[in-house]
């Protein structure tokens, strides 16, 4: 199975001497590869001869680690005990109590009991503290995101002892909970954001999303959907196959989607099949410079056959396709084995000859060149120049350039906006007011339509917030306040939503706040803006 991840987990792991199958032969019929010799030899003397003890397994995982760090910056080591986690968002599964959680002041909070976990089955909801897991105390500095893993999830069958505490009951709330297999969704949004407009929000490349994106446009052409705006912005990517199914969507039979190759891996070409459910009707991708991998082969698809307009700004540019390689002590090396390119072409991976530190500061360099802000920024060689198949002009090297680039917007960003995210003035604020509030809230507004037209962040509300800030250690800065006004209550509505309905609920109001999103809308609206941009 490939892989097309574009984040690596650059953590401490175990080295097997012996990586590939040559090397394994060698050493079996006495004949050692010199290079694999030389290493073990080292390894003996240090055993024998260094002054202290020494954890070989260490030292072999630092080795791995700076020997991959030679190669590219995707190539990467997952030790056997993260290899699970590690793999979970790609299931598409994992196996647990069911809950999306947060810890507010040392306490482990329901976000959300997911839907149909076992979690919701028994009645557990929104706003619920977890006191006590097996009868053991856990509010407390100790308490961390992974000490709640480690104590909630668990093997398939097993059961766990939850004791909540829920504002307006006596006492605490014993649930025992069997663990389950839960689901973890690919797709955060589905709705019409516009009549005969649907949108999609797509966060990774698991599994599981083909069938999810299928399920959705189904839904979606059930209300009217004519025309789709697919928002790929911070998707870091995932499995190929699932990106090669989803360009499959929008184009006819027959077409190419994507083709990979390399020096050990011979040209492999991906066509589309008849069976796309979205072959017709105006389509708009959305990326920005989170957009990588995976995302960037639906993007590059879509564009070089003019099936849709890609909207936004350059993508990541990671053209590489990773295969895992599994070791006998059950960890894996996940080897970069081929570069993948476009239909027409070309091979989007951005340079790193300079290191990985190096890579991954593209995004701040970007920024200070002013990228972010004037598509003219980007300076590319007409040397990486392609066609799409209505001729018009792209590029190659360095992530997918939009056909219509929308810039960064920084309107309503300040120091107090910034300093309100990093200080975590609203999570908490918004857990009190929910739990507190959340029967009559459901009283006045029994569903999210009546919610949105009919909630408004009110003076008492806010004067908490200003209060949270104070106590936080917050200055008030009118003029910033003043500024950030727009952005900091349509986040705050938007969150309550999703507490109260679901993460759907918070894009169809934060979007309404995204020129991003609107300006997506705008392009589908206008026939003739439309076909002139694809043609």
């Known amino acids: 199975m490939k892989i097309d991840s574009c984040f690596p987990y650059r953590t401490a792991f175990k080295l097997m001497l012996l990586l590939l199958f040559p090397l394994v032969l060698a050493a079996q019929n006495n004949y050692p590869d010199e290079n694999l010799r030389k290493l073990q030899v080292a390894l003996q003397i240090i055993d024998y001869a260094y002054v202290d003890s020494v954890h070989e397994d260490k030292l072999v995982e630092k080795a791995i680690i700076e020997m991959l760090k030679e190669l590219d910056p995707h190539s990467i080591y997952i030790p056997k005990e993260e290899l699970q986690r590690a793999n979970e968002p790609l299931q598409g599964n994992f196996e647990g109590v069911g809950i999306q ?40 500095k100790h308490i961390n995101n992974q000490f709640v893993l480690d104590h909630l999830r668990g093997k398939k069958g097993t059961k766990v002892v939850v004791s909540i505490y829920r504002k307006g009951k006596k006492g605490l709330l014993e649930y025992a909970i069997i663990r389950d297999k839960i689901p973890i969704n690919s797709i955060d949004a589905v709705y019409m954001i516009a009549p005969e407009i649907g949108y999609i929000n797509l966060n990774r490349f698991s599994l599981t999303t083909t069938q999810e994106f299928q399920d959705a446009v189904k839904k979606l052409k059930s209300e009217g959907m004519k025309s789709l705006i697919l928002d790929l912005r911070n998707n870091a990517g995932g499995y190929m196959a699932p990106a090669i199914e989803l360009s499959d969507e929008f184009l006819g039979v027959g077409k190419i989607l994507v083709y990979t190759e390399g020096m050990r891996s011979k040209r492999e070409n991906f066509y589309s099949t008849y069976r796309g459910n979205f072959e017709e009707g105006k389509l708009v991708v959305m990326i920005n410079e989170n957009s990588a991998s995976s995302s960037e082969i639906v993007a590059g698809a879509v564009q070089d056959w003019d099936r849709g307009l890609i909207v936004g700004r350059r993508s990541f540019g990671k053209g590489l396709v990773q295969r895992p390689y599994n070791l006998p002590d059950t960890s894996q090396i996940r080897l970069t084995t081929a570069r993948y390119h476009t239909p027409s072409g070309r091979f989007i991976q951005k340079p790193y000859k300079n290191g990985v530190e190096e890579y991954y500061k593209d995004f701040a360099n970007r920024y200070s060149r002013g990228e972010l802000i004037h598509a003219d920024s980007i300076k590319l060689p007409d040397s990486l120049k392609y066609q799409t198949a209505n001729g018009r002009t792209v590029y190659g090297g360095g992530g997918i350039m939009p056909d219509v680039f929308i810039p960064w917007d920084s309107t309503y960003l300040t120091d107090y906006y910034l300093d309100m995210r990093r200080n975590n003035i609203v999570n908490p604020l918004i857990s009190d007011y929910v739990d507190k509030n959340r029967q009559s809230l459901m009283n006045n507004y029994p569903d999210f339509n009546a919610f949105k037209t009919g909630f408004e962040i009110d003076e008492p509300f806010m004067e908490l917030f200003f209060k949270a800030a104070e106590e936080a250690g917050m200055e008030k ?28 609920s918070f894009y169809m109001i934060a979007n309404e706040m995204d020129p991003e999103v609107m300006r997506a809308v705008e392009i589908i609206q206008d026939d003739n803006l439309f076909q002139e941009l694809v043609r």
């Open 101 to 140: 959680f947060e810890i507010l002041r040392d306490t482990i909070v329901v976000v959300h009991p997911l839907t149909g976990g076992p979690s919701e089955k028994l009645g557990i909801i929104s706003g619920d503290k977890i006191v006590k897991i097996d009868g053991e105390d856990v509010v407390g």
């Open 477 to 504: 800065n009118e003029e910033q306040f003043a500024t950030s006004e727009p952005l900091i209550k349509a986040q705050i509505k938007g969150l309550i939503a999703q507490k109260l309905y679901d993460i759907t």
